[in-house]
T-cell receptor
Framework: DTEVTQTPKHLVMGMTNKKSLKCEQHMGHRAMYWYKQKAKKPPELMFVYSYEKLSINESVPSRFSPECPNSSLLNLHLHALQPEDSALYLC?????????????FGAGTRLSVL | AQSVTQLDSQVPVFEEAPVELRCNYSSSVSVYLFWYVQYPNQGLQLLLKYLSGSTLVKGINGFEAEFNKSQTSFHLRKPSVHISDTAEYFC????????????FGTGTRLLVSP
């Protein structure tokens, strides 16, 4: 089983709302990632968690707040987003953070900020 | 820093014809190379990877790629495409030391028509 599950699949929110994206994997992976993908562009790395600790933050604005409550679960809390934050948000996981470890991606959450 | 170039933004091809999607990379150190596919409204799925060893790599769905160190290329090939191969294809590279983030190319849209 190489499944990474993301919920919800679609999300529409206003600029004053607070919402959360959820990502779950049961492969025993210890590294989890958040990516942002704008239309017709490649994914851009946002955050990396290794053994439930934040190891990389790619200078992401503080209106995006990641959380890793346990080794299977990764959340992305959203607050006061801007319309330009509308994108596909992808979660990925890998056995560990070494470069040769394959990243398995979820289907993504398509976010629209009004 | 490394970079990836996918010169073809779109490749139209007829069903059962062969196809080659080009990928060139730039790096001052050894790298790992990956091809991912993204079907409409889905996340990324790993097609194949080159970590070491044989330069001809076979992946899923009949795809293969050849690592050419002298030409810094990792072109993706399939001898006979199907309508269902219509998707976005991303080449990605990561330096092979520690954790280095995946650097994606801009993607190539493969359009297979009957």
């Amino acid at each position: 089983d190489t499944e990474v599950t993301q919920t919800p699949k679609h999300l529409v929110m206003g600029m004053t709302n607070k919402k959360s994206l959820k990502c779950e994997q049961h492969m025993g992976h210890r590294a989890m990632y958040w990516y942002k993908q704008k239309a017709k562009k490649p994914p851009e790395l946002m955050f990396v968690y290794s053994y439930e600790k934040l190891s990389i933050n790619e200078s992401v604005p503080s209106r995006f707040s990641p959380e890793c409550p346990n080794s299977s679960l990764l959340n992305l809390h959203l607050h006061a987003l801007q319309p330009e934050d509308s994108a596909l948000y992808l979660c990925a996981s890998s056995q560990a953070v070494g470069s040769k470890n394959i990243q398995y991606f979820g289907a993504g959450t398509r976010l629209s900020v009004l | 820093a490394q970079s990836v170039t996918q010169l073809d933004s779109q490749v139209p091809v007829f069903e059962e014809a062969p196809v080659e999607l080009r990928c060139n990379y730039s790096s001052s150190v050894s790298v790992y190379l990956f091809w991912y596919v993204q079907y409409p409204n889905q996340g990324l799925q790993l097609l194949l990877k080159y970590l070491s060893g044989s330069t001809l790599v076979k992946g899923i769905n009949g795809f293969e790629a050849e690592f050419n160190k002298s030409q810094t290329s990792f072109h993706l090939r399939k001898p006979s495409v199907h309508i269902s191969d219509t998707a976005e294809y991303f080449c990605a590279v990561a330096m092979n030391t520690g954790f280095q983030k995946l650097v994606f190319g801009t993607g190539t849209r493969l359009l297979v028509s009957p």
